[in-house]
Every structure is written in C-alpha cells, then in structure tokens.
C-alpha cells in the first residue's frame, strides 16, 4: 500500500494521494520523514491549510528539517494576504530560522505579516489575573510631547486588568501629557505618572524608569506599543523558570516603505548569546528584565549617561542581564505594533543627533560599549563566566566595528583599496570551528590507524603462523623431515620407502585449496631434501636411491655456503 502512495505522489495525483491517506490513516504509521514532507506538500496543493496547521502543530520539528522543502513553501506563499496561507508561512518560517539559518528578507517580512494579525488579536478582553502574579511585574513607559498617543496605550492595557501597575515616566513634556494622564491616578490605583523637572534627554529618562521601578520583573515599552498582556505573562513565567535577566519578544513594525518588517527577535525560542547583545535590543520597545538585576548594576553604566555615544545607551540593561545572567529570545509578541501611523519614538531622537547609522556616530557607540567593559573589569570582582561573557561581547562588537570601518574605507577611497585588510570575525568564527571538528577527525584518525597498525601486526601474525602451518603441511617438507627423522638409525633408513609411500598416499587424498608456497621457504633445507628424496623415489628403479645420497651430500654444501 505505502508504495502504491508514493507512486500517486511521484505521479502528481494529489488529490488521489491525500484521498487514500484519509482513507487509510493507519499508513502514516510506516511514514518515513520524506513520506511526511510528501503528505504535507500534498495537502499544500490541494489547498487544505487546516490539515497542514493541525500536521505542523503536532509533529516533531526534525521531520521538516529539509531546505529545499521549506524553502519550495516559503517561496510560494511568501507574497500572499491570505491569512491562512501567512499562518503556513508563519510555523515553516520558525522551522527554517531554527534549522537553516540563513537570512531571507522576503520571509522575515511574510513572518512578520502574520505575527501583525496576531497582534490585532491580542488585548481585547479581559483577564483575569491572580494577584501574586499581579505584584511580580510592572510596566515602563519613557515618553515625552505625546499626550495621546501615551494615553491610549496606558488605557489599552488597563482595560485588559485595572490592577496591572502602570508608571509613565514624561521628560518634561509641555503638551500637557502630565495633566491629562494625572487624572487617571484616581481611577487606577496602581497607573502612576513622574515628570522630570527638565527634558533629560531619552537615556536619561530610561535611567530613571529602571532606577525608580519597584517590581521583581519590568516590562519596557514605547509610549506607542502597548504590552500583549497575556504574553507578557507568559515571558514572566518563563523567566522565573529559567532564571533570565532578559527576555527578548518578537518586535514587528510598519516601516512604511518597506512594508511590515520582523526587525528584532527569533521566531523559535533560544538563548541570547553574549555577543547578540546588540542585534537583541537595539530596538529598546518590548523587552522584559529581571529589574532586580538593573537595579543593583545600575551603578555601573549610570556615569555613561554623559557618554556621546549614549543614544544607545538603552542597551546596558541588556548587556548586565547578558553578563551577570542570561537571556532568550521569546517566540511571541510582546507587544503590539504602532498605534498610530508615522514617526516612531527613537526616529525623532535619532534625527535630532544627526542619525545612527554616521560612522561617527557608530563609533562613539563603540567607544562607549568599550568603555563600560573596561570600567567593569577594573571595579568589579568578576567570575570567570562572566568575564568570559564580556570577551565574547567584546569580539562580537569589535568584529562589527571593523567591519563598518573596512567598508567605510573601500567605500570612501575605493583607488586604495588595496591597502586595506579586513576578516569577517563570524567568518573567523567558523572557520575555527571547522579546524577544531578537523584536528578532532585527525586525532580520531591517528587512533584508528594506530589500532589499524595493531590489528596490522596481529593479522601478520597469524598470516605468518599460517603460512609456516601451511608450508609444512606440503609434500616436500613432510617427505624431507621424514628423512631427516628416520636418517638417525639403520631401521630408519629400511623403512624410508614405505614411510614416503604412506605420505605420497595420504597427501593425493587430502583436499589442497592453496598450492602456493613462498619461494623462501622452498629454500630450506628440509623441503629440498623432500623434493630431491621424492624425485629419488619415483626413480628407485633406476638406483634414485643411490643418486640421493650423492645430491644431499651437494645440498648440505650448497646450505653452508648461503649461511655463511
């Protein structure tokens, strides 16, 4: 039966194909993984999504862990509206990030299209929620000249629980955003609002949210992206779990020219390495910390307030999770998109120091991310896992940097690019890695060859040992120890000829499967006086006999001569 359905598929009789699986499902019992590819690229063609979903929600992953498969999905349906042909798109996506890896801009965005229907689903009831769990966390919003825009969001996830704890921080907004969000104090008793006495600038005003939170766990969000409750809940349980400095969701926005982009998180959950400590939170919205942990390091990364480079400096609370915990990418949306369309919080920000993306600007973030490593490594009583963790976000960024400057150079004096040297420090990465997986085969070699080369000697051992057994069975050697033998006394020497009739008698009757005989060992003296003992006796007629003592006395001559 499994080769006549595999037959309907080869011959792109789909819908027959799927029929009979339907039909017999017990089948799928005998599924090998291409069996199960097959099925789903079946049901694909015939347009059943609902079969797909419910196939890819219940398998183990390492069935789809096939390029040219997931890829064949993805480009398919990568350009589509459909919702449910964008859910397809949205669980192979996670397959393929987790087990192929490579970048792909046009799936990063059918992913990110889906996760912003996901996203209009969210917070739109409400929810019960234990207070236990309520006095573990909080929310964070920095926000300044947005009166609205802060408004709606703070409203949005009260209306999912009023108990949830709330604080604004506004940095001297003059829109009246104080005044108006101050009279929600009064109807929520854990929504607060704090005004700087002056415009601190946008670190700054992170600062102090982390420096006047309360709670185990703080939810740092923009004024226009409100918290997924329900999801946020779930990151929290997860931290707990894992005992995680930081948690990093899946970030989508509308980019406008663009369209909807994934611009930060993985689509699987995994561990944050050290030296992601960038691409993982250089979108400062969304990101959930163990607000413990900042709070006691914050100390150390407060002085870089006055830093240049300090457009970024947002980021440190990652780096202290990263290095004196860990973290993980969280495969949900931790909060929702823009609430409103144009220029995004940080893009104002951004424009007023001229851009991010100026290579004075790149390094004055470097500077600074170097400088706090250096400060740390002086002033603190550091781990050795922890020290190594800043060696890997040292060499991380340090690759980065070098790889923004080598470009700048060839880009700015292209005639002289000759003179400038550079590698890929990811490049470097593998490459190491492959040398350590080859000097790992070499030593595995050199120990099989070294057991090959004792099996070696052994086997010539037992080939030697054969071939002397083998040898001495032969005719000649028989026939001439038997002379040497019976040579010692006068009744030897009268029944010689029956001895040698016995053995010429035995020897035609025994079954010789190998004639050949080393040369060398045809030249001892035994298996000569055995050919010349038997050449004598097929001639005793003749006086063989009387010859033979005239030729062995020759060959006693000729084995001395070669001894000596």
């Known amino acids: 039966m499994i080769f006549k359905i595999r037959d309907m598929y080869n011959d792109k009789k789909y819908q027959e194909f799927v029929n009979m699986l339907e039909r017999y499902p017990e089948i799928q019992k005998s599924f090998s993984y291409e069996d199960w590819r097959n099925y789903l690229n079946g049901l694909l063609f015939c347009n059943n999504f609902s079969k797909v979903l419910s196939i890819l929600q219940n398998s183990e992953n390492e069935i ?38 490579k970048f792909n801009f046009n799936y990063r965005c059918a992913f990110a299209r889906y996760n912003y229907i996901l996203q209009s689903k969210t917070n739109t009831r409400f929810l019960e929620i234990s207070q236990e769990n309520l006095s573990e966390f ?119 020219k663009l369209g909807t982009i994934l611009a930060q998180g993985k689509s699987f959950e995994s561990q944050i390495k050290p030296q992601e400590f960038f691409d993982s939170s250089a979108y400062f919205t969304g990101l959930l910390f163990d607000g413990e942990l900042l709070r006691k390091y914050l100390y150390t990364y407060q002085p870089l307030l006055e830093h240049p480079g300090n457009i970024y400096w947002y980021i440190f609370p990652t780096i202290i999770a990263l290095i004196f915990s860990n973290g993980a990418y969280f495969d949900c949306n931790l909060i929702r998109g823009n609430v409103i369309e144009g220029e995004r919080f940080l893009e104002k920000e951004n424009r007023n120091i001229g851009g991010t993306w100026g290579l004075i600007t790149k390094w004055q973030q470097y500077h600074m991310f170097m400088s706090f490593f250096d400060n740390l490594k002086k002033t603190e009583q550091l781990k050795q896992q922890e020290l190594d963790n800043i060696h890997q976000m040292i060499q991380g960024r340090s690759a980065v940097m070098m790889k923004i400057l080598f470009h700048a150079a060839q880009s700015e004096f292209p005639q002289y690019k000759e003179y400038f040297s550079y590698f890929d420090y990811s490049e470097k990465m593998a490459l190491d890695r492959e040398c350590k997986i080859l000097k790992s085969m070499l030593e595995k070699i050199k120990n099989d060859v070294n057991v090959l080369d004792s099996d070696k000697k052994a086997l010539n051992n037992i080939l030697k040992n054969y071939k002397v057994q083998e040898y001495r069975n032969d005719l000649p050697f028989q026939v001439g120890l038997a002379m040497i033998r019976n040579s010692k006394s006068i009744f030897g020497y009268i029944k010689i000829f029956f001895v040698i009739s016995d053995l010429i008698e035995k020897y035609k009757n025994e079954d010789k499967q190998n004639d050949i005989i080393p040369s060398k060992n045809k030249e001892c003296f035994t298996y000569k006086l055995g050919e010349l003992t038997l050449k004598a006796h097929n001639t005793w007629y003749k006086g063989g006999y009387i010859n033979l003592y005239f030729q062995v006395k020759k060959l006693k001559k000729e084995i001395q001569k070669k001894g000596n």
């Open 64 to 101: 789809w862990n096939d390029e040219i498969f997931l890829t064949s999905i993805l480009n398919k349906y990568y350009k589509t509206s459909n919702e449910l042909e964008l859910q397809v798109v949205y669980h192979i996506f996670s397959l393929y990030e987790k087990f192929i890896g």
């Open 138 to 256: 909080e929310i964070l919003i920095p926000t300044y000249q947005r009166r609205d825009i802060v408004k709606a969001t703070v409203l949005e996830i009260l209306s999912i629980n009023p108990k949830i704890k709330i604080t604004v921080f506004d940095n001297n907004s003059e829109d009246g955003t104080f005044d108006e969000l101050s009279k929600l104090i009064s109807v929520y008793e854990n929504f607060n609002i704090l005004k700087n006495s002056e415009n601190l600038g946008f670190a700054r005003n992170v600062c102090n949210c982390i420096k006047y939170s309360t709670r185990k766990y703080i939810h740092l969000i923009s004024d226009e992206n409100p918290s997924i409750v329900a999801n946020v809940l779930e990151g929290v349980k997860l931290m707990k779990e894992k005992k995680l400095g930081v948690l990093s969701g899946i970030y989508v926005y509308n980019h406008g």
